[in-house]
C-alpha cells in the first residue's frame, strides 16, 4: 500500500516521532506484522490502524502525525452550541475518545466561509488547530448526524491519511489468550503487552464508529473463548501440544462468523481449559488460570470457558463473551463470576470450525451482565438457517417459538436442593417467592433422579454412562486422533486429564449408536411426559437448581478447598450434577444472577462477597420464551444487570 511504503521509507526502526499536527514531536511504535501503530496519549494507551486508513484527504501539511477528531455532518446551519453538544455527547458514549483528540480537528467543510462562525470560535476556544477537508469526506463515524470522533492522522506533504483508533486495555484479570483487531477486513493478532506487568493489552474500537451501523451487534466488544477458530489467528484450545501442531484457522466459524456479519468485534481470544475440559485451576500448566474480579479474587472461574465468565465480570470495556457448554461449560462459569449465561438448546447453533467435544452435546453460549441485552443480542445470534442438522444429535428438527407463553409450574428438585449455605437458600427462596408470582407459576417440589429413574426405567447412573459415551465419542474420534497423531511425545506435554485418555480411551461406533438412540427415545419421553409443551406454555414447567457450589465459596488454589467453609464443585458427569439434565434430553439452561453472600476469606483475612446464582432449565426449543421470561422478571426489577468487580450487586 501507498501510506505503508511511505511510513517504512521514512522510518525503517521501531519508533516514529514525527511533528505532530499541531507542532509538537508526537512518537508511536510499531506493532504487528502489519506495522501498525501504537501510541500514549494521557496516559491511556492506543492502537491506530494505520495499515487500513478509512479516509484521506489532499493536504499540504508536512510529515507530521497525530490524534485527531473528525467532525462529519458540519454545515452553514450547525452552531458551535450545536457542536459543543456533539462533542459533549462524543465523549460521554465512548471510552476511546477524549479531550486530548481535539488538538486537531478535521471539519467537512473547505473553508472558514462553509461554517458558521460560532462554530470556529467554539473550536478556537478549545485551543484546536483546524483542517478542512473539503465538501464531505465520508466516514465512519456516521455521517448524516453530527457525530465527532477520534481518528489517528499521517500527513505525507500531499495527503492526510486517516485510521481508526483503538483503545488499548490491561488484561489485568489475564483472562485472555491474545487480542484480536480487524484491518483490511482481516482479522489480526495484538502481540503487545503491557512491559510493567505483562498483561496482555486488548484493543476496543471507538463505538463512534458503529453510530449509523443499524445491524443488530453493531459495534458490540466480544470475547470469544479460545475453540472457536477466528480466520487467520492461530486457535491454541489452551494447549501448546495443539498449537504446536495445527496452523493459524484457514475459516471462521459459522457460529462466529454470525455474530461478526451482525456487526460485532472480536477483540480478543479467551482462556480455556484445555480442550475445553472441566479440569480444575490446578491442573493448568500451559497457560495462566485466568483471576476472578469477584470477593478476594482467589475465586474459581470454573474450567472451560472460564476467562469468558470472569472477563465479564471484570470489564465494563468488555460487552459480551461467547464459550461454549458441553457438560456445563457456559453454565458454571457463569455461576461462578456471577454473571449471565445461558446453554442453548441441542441444535440451536452449528458447531463447525469450533475445537470438538462431542457434536450431540456441543452447544455456544453466551455471558452478559444486562438481562435484557443478554436475550436481544441471543434472539439476533441464533438463526434458524444456523440450526444444526438433526442427524448430529438425534434430536427432532428444532422449532423456536417467540412468545410470552410462560411456564405454569417452578420445579424444585428435593435431591440438588436447598443450597447448602442457609443464606443462599434465602436468597433463592426469595427469588422463586418473587417468580412465581410475576408467573402466576405454582412452585413444586419433586425428585429430579427419581423423575427420570421411573420415566426411562433404569437408573440414573444407566443414563450417565451413555451421556459419558456421548461426551467421549468425538472427542477421541474428532480432537485426540488428529492430535496424537501429528504430536512427538515430549515438549510442549498434555495437562493430566488427557495425558493419557487421549492415547487410551476408544468408544467404539456401535456402542455409540445404542447411546444416541437411547438419548433419541428417552428425550421424546422427557418431552412429552416431563418437560411438554400445552397451548399456553411453550415450556409448561422449568427445573430451577444450582450449577455452582450452593453459596460457598470454591477457589482456585486447591488447598483452599479444604475447609468445610468452602466446596469443590460435583463431578459434572456424576449424580449429584444438575447440569447432566439438559446435556442429556437437549434443553435450555440459563444461569442468572440472584443476589451475593459473605464468606470469611482466607486469603485476605476479612469478609468478601460471592454471587448466588440459580439455573432455570426449559423444554428443548423454549429458548426465546425463558428469554422472554428473563425481560419479564428484569422488568420487574426480580432480575438486575450485575456489576463488575469484586461485587456483583451493590450491597
Ligand atoms: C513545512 O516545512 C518547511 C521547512 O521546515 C517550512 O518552511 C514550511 O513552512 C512548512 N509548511 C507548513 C505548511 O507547515
Ligand atoms: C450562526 O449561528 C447563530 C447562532 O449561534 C445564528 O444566530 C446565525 O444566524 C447563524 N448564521 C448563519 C449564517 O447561519
Ligand atoms: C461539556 O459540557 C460541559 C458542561 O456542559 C462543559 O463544561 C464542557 O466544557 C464541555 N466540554 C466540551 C469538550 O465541550
Ligand atoms: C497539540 O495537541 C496536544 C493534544 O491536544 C496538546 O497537548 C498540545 O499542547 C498541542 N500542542 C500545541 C503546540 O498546540
Ligand atoms: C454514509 O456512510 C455510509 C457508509 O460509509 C454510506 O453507505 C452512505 O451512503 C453515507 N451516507 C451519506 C448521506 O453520505
Ligand atoms: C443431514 O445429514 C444427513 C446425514 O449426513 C444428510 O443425509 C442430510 O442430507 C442432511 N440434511 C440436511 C438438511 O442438510
Ligand atoms: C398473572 O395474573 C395477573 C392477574 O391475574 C395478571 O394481571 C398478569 O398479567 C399475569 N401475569 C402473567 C405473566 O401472565
Ligand atoms: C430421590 O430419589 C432417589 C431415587 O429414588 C432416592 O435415592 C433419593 O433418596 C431421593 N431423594 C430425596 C431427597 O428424596
Ligand atoms: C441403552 O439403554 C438400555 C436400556 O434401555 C441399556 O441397557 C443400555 O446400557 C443403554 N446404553 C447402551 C450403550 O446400550
Ligand atoms: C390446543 O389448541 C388446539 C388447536 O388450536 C386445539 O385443537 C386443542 O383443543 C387445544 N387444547 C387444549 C387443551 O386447549
Ligand atoms: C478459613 O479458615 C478457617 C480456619 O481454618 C475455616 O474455619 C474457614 O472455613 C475458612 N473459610 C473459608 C471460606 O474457607
Known amino acids: 500500500?501507498?501510506?505503508?511504503?511511505?511510513?517504512?521509507?521514512?522510518?525503517?526502526?521501531?519508533?516514529?516521532?514525527?511533528?505532530?499536527?499541531?507542532?509538537?514531536?508526537?512518537?508511536?511504535?510499531?506493532?504487528?506484522?502489519?506495522?501498525?501503530?501504537?501510541?500514549?496519549?494521557?496516559?491511556?494507551?492506543?492502537?491506530?490502524?494505520?495499515?487500513?486508513?478509512?479516509?484521506?484527504?489532499?493536504?499540504?501539511?508536512?510529515?507530521?502525525?497525530?490524534?485527531?477528531?473528525?467532525?462529519?455532518?458540519?454545515?452553514?446551519?450547525?452552531?458551535?452550541?450545536?457542536?459543543?453538544?456533539?462533542?459533549?455527547?462524543?465523549?460521554?458514549?465512548?471510552?476511546?475518545?477524549?479531550?486530548?483528540?481535539?488538538?486537531?480537528?478535521?471539519?467537512?467543510?473547505?473553508?472558514?466561509?462553509?461554517?458558521?462562525?460560532?462554530?470556529?470560535?467554539?473550536?478556537?476556544?478549545?485551543?484546536?488547530?483546524?483542517?478542512?477537508?473539503?465538501?464531505?469526506?465520508?466516514?465512519?463515524?456516521?455521517?448524516?448526524?453530527?457525530?465527532?470522533?477520534?481518528?489517528?492522522?499521517?500527513?505525507?506533504?500531499?495527503?492526510?491519511?486517516?485510521?481508526?483508533?483503538?483503545?488499548?486495555?490491561?488484561?489485568?484479570?489475564?483472562?485472555?489468550?491474545?487480542?484480536?483487531?480487524?484491518?483490511?477486513?482481516?482479522?489480526?493478532?495484538?502481540?503487545?503487552?503491557?512491559?510493567?506487568?505483562?498483561?496482555?493489552?486488548?484493543?476496543?474500537?471507538?463505538?463512534?464508529?458503529?453510530?449509523?451501523?443499524?445491524?443488530?451487534?453493531?459495534?458490540?466488544?466480544?470475547?470469544?473463548?479460545?475453540?472457536?477458530?477466528?480466520?487467520?489467528?492461530?486457535?491454541?484450545?489452551g494447549s501448546l501440544a495443539y498449537t504446536s501442531v495445527n496452523n493459524a484457522a484457514a475459516k471462521t466459524g459459522p457460529a462466529l462468523q454470525r455474530i461478526i456479519d451482525l456487526g460485532g468485534v472480536v477483540v480478543g481470544k479467551q482462556k480455556t481449559a484445555q480442550f475445553a475440559s472441566p479440569a480444575s485451576a490446578w491442573q493448568w500448566n500451559d497457560a495462566f488460570y485466568p483471576r476472578s474480579p469477584r470477593g478476594d479474587t482467589f475465586l474459581s472461574c470454573s474450567a472451560s470457558s472460564s476467562g469468558a465468565g470472569c472477563s465479564i465480570a471484570a470489564y465494563g470495556w468488555l460487552d459480551f463473551a461467547v464459550g461454549t457448554?458441553?457438560?456445563?461449560?457456559?453454565?458454571?462459569?457463569?455461576?461462578?463470576?456471577?454473571?449471565?449465561?445461558?446453554?442453548?438448546?441441542?441444535?440451536?447453533?452449528?458447531?463447525?470450525?469450533?475445537?470438538?467435544?462431542?457434536?450431540?452435546?456441543?452447544?455456544?453460549?453466551?455471558?452478559?451482565?444486562?438481562?435484557?441485552?443478554?436475550?436481544?443480542?441471543?434472539?439476533?445470534?441464533?438463526?434458524?438457517?444456523?440450526?444444526?442438522?438433526?442427524?448430529?444429535?438425534?434430536?427432532?428438527a428444532l422449532s423456536v417459538p417467540n412468545d410470552r407463553t410462560f411456564p405454569k409450574r417452578i420445579l424444585y428438585p428435593v435431591d440438588h436442593l436447598p443450597l447448602q449455605n442457609p443464606a443462599a437458600e434465602t436468597i433463592l427462596q426469595k427469588f422463586l417467592s418473587d417468580a412465581s408470582a410475576a408467573l402466576n407459576a405454582t412452585v413444586e417440589k419433586f425428585n429430579l433422579t427419581r423423575t427420570i429413574e421411573n420415566l426411562v426405567d433404569r437408573t440414573l447412573l444407566n443414563v450417565l454412562a451413555d451421556l459419558s459415551v456421548l461426551w467421549t465419542h468425538d472427542l477421541i474420534k474428532e480432537t485426540a486422533n488428529p492430535l496424537i497423531a501429528k504430536y512427538t511425545p515430549g515438549f510442549p506435554p498434555i495437562d493430566q486429564p488427557f495425558r493419557q485418555v487421549f492415547r487410551t480411551v476408544t468408544v467404539d461406533d456401535s456402542t455409540y449408536k445404542r447411546a444416541m438412540a437411547n438419548r433419541t427415545r428417552e428425550a421424546a419421553l422427557w418431552h412429552d411426559k416431563v418437560l411438554f409443551s400445552t397451548n399456553d406454555s411453550c415450556s409448561e414447567a422449568i427445573i430451577v437448581y444450582d450449577v455452582g457450589t450452593g453459596g460457598l465459596p470454591s477457589f482456585r488454589e486447591e488447598d483452599l478447598n479444604d475447609s468445610p467453609g468452602a466446596a469443590v464443585p460435583v463431578d459434572p458427569r456424576g449424580p449429584r450434577a444438575g447440569s447432566t439434565t439438559a446435556s442429556y434430553f437437549g434443553d435450555a439452561d440459563y444461569t442468572v444472577p440472584i443476589g451475593q453472600v459473605p464468606y470469611f476469606s482466607n486469603v485476605t483475612f476479612q469478609n468478601e462477597m460471592m454471587p448466588v446464582t440459580v439455573n432455570l432449565v426449559a423444554k428443548r426449543g423454549c429458548d426465546f420464551v425463558l428469554f422472554n421470561l428473563i425481560n419479564e422478571l428484569a422488568d420487574r426489577g426480580v432480575l438486575k444487570t450485575v456489576l463488575t468487580g469484586k461485587q456483583a450487586f451493590a450491597s
Open 325 to 396: 457448554d458441553t457438560g456445563l461449560s457456559v453454565r458454571q462459569p457463569a455461576a461462578f463470576s456471577g454473571t449471565y449465561g445461558n446453554r442453548p438448546s441441542q441444535g440451536m447453533i452449528l458447531m463447525d470450525n469450533i475445537v470438538t467435544n462431542a457434536f450431540n452435546a456441543d452447544t455456544a453460549g453466551l455471558f452478559a451482565r444486562d438481562p435484557a441485552k443478554w436475550a436481544a443480542f441471543a434472539k439476533s445470534w441464533y438463526a434458524p438457517s444456523l440450526h444444526q442438522n438433526t442427524s448430529v444429535n438425534g434430536l427432532p
Open 1 to 237: 500500500m501507498k501510506l505503508q511504503t511511505f511510513l517504512l521509507a521514512l522510518c525503517p526502526t521501531a519508533t516514529l516521532a514525527l511533528a505532530s499536527l499541531n507542532g509538537t514531536l508526537f512518537q508511536s511504535t510499531f506493532v504487528s506484522e502489519l506495522q501498525d501503530q501504537a501510541f500514549n496519549l494521557d496516559r491511556l494507551q492506543y492502537l491506530a490502524i494505520t495499515s487500513d486508513p478509512v479516509l484521506s484527504v489532499s493536504s499540504a501539511l508536512n510529515a507530521s502525525q497525530g490524534p485527531i477528531t473528525y467532525i462529519s455532518a458540519l454545515s452553514a446551519k450547525t452552531t458551535g452550541d450545536q457542536l459543543r453538544k456533539a462533542i459533549n455527547g462524543s465523549l460521554t458514549k465512548d471510552d476511546v475518545f477524549t479531550d486530548s483528540f481535539l488538538g486537531d480537528v478535521l471539519v467537512s467543510a473547505s473553508g472558514p466561509s462553509d461554517l458558521n462562525a460560532s462554530v470556529v470560535d467554539y473550536l478556537r476556544g478549545l485551543g484546536s488547530n483546524i483542517i478542512y477537508a473539503g465538501a464531505a469526506g465520508p466516514t465512519t463515524c456516521g455521517n448524516s448526524t453530527l457525530v465527532p470522533c477520534p481518528l489517528f492522522a499521517i500527513a505525507d506533504g500531499k495527503r492526510l491519511w486517516l485510521s481508526r483508533v483503538e483503545r488499548l486495555y490491561a488484561d489485568t484479570y489475564r483472562t485472555f489468550v491474545t487480542g484480536t483487531y480487524e484491518s483490511n477486513g482481516k482479522y489480526r493478532v495484538l502481540t503487545q503487552s503491557e512491559a510493567r506487568t505483562g498483561y496482555p493489552l486488548i484493543p476496543v474500537p471507538s463505538r463512534l464508529y458503529s453510530t449509523d451501523d443499524n445491524r443488530a451487534l453493531a459495534g458490540l466488544r466480544i470475547g470469544v473463548k479460545d475453540i472457536y477458530d477466528l480466520k487467520g489467528i492461530q486457535t491454541t484450545a
